[in-house]
């Protein structure tokens, strides 16, 4: 029997009480899998940085850590999951842009973020592939909870990865600025 697919981009966020699998694409990004074994209602989402520049959730929370992962668990809890149950599988932060690597870079701020945010709020963590320098696919089967990882090796599709994340990026602001372009220059 083949399973429904859902893939989500950055800032997305997608839970279901059915057997699906959902699916994303990441660079230095980072997706979280929750579910709640007991019912087998579970969720991804995909986020870009821990929290928004100037401290607000901005027209897409969802592409930060601080509300993706509020947003995730509510809506497993919406479907019937328990908060308490919950379990996670994190995946993403990897190191993929041709600059140098650094502790305060975004792999590692999110990477940082999603450890702390799991331990604060005693949600186990039953499986990680953070960091290095691959970019990754994931998929993750509500039903079984099972998650699977492919690196995505070679810089060409390394770049595409990244060069897609900042793409959809600069799209949201621009569709949000209105009729003004921002550049840097």
Do not use: W
Not at 66 to 78: F, P, R, S, T
Request: glycine share 14%.
């Amino acid at each position: 029997m083949r399973r429904t697919r859902i893939t989500i981009q950055i800032g997305g966020i997608f839970a279901s009480r059915d057997s699906i699998v959902i699916g994303t694409v990441l660079g230095s990004c980072i997706a979280v899998c929750l579910r709640d074994p007991m019912t087998g209602i579970g969720g991804m989402n995909h986020f870009m940085l821990p929290a928004p520049p100037n401290g607000t959730g901005g027209e897409e929370p969802g592409r930060y850590g601080v509300h993706a992962m509020e947003l995730l668990i509510g809506d497993i809890q919406k479907l019937g999951g328990e908060r308490a149950r919950l379990e996670a599988k994190v995946f993403g932060g990897g190191h993929v842009l041709r600059i140098r690597e650094s502790d305060t870079g975004v792999p590692q701020l999110n990477i940082r973020f999603i450890r702390e945010f799991l331990r604060t709020e005693g949600i186990p963590l039953l499986a990680e592939d953070l960091g290095g320098y691959a970019a990754r696919y994931v998929l993750f089967d509500t039903a079984s909870g099972t998650a699977r990882v492919k690196r995505l090796g070679g810089l060409e599709v390394q770049a595409t990865v990244v060069e897609r994340e900042h793409q959809q990026s600069a799209h949201r602001t621009l569709q949000s600025s209105g009729e003004i372009t921002l550049f840097d220059d």
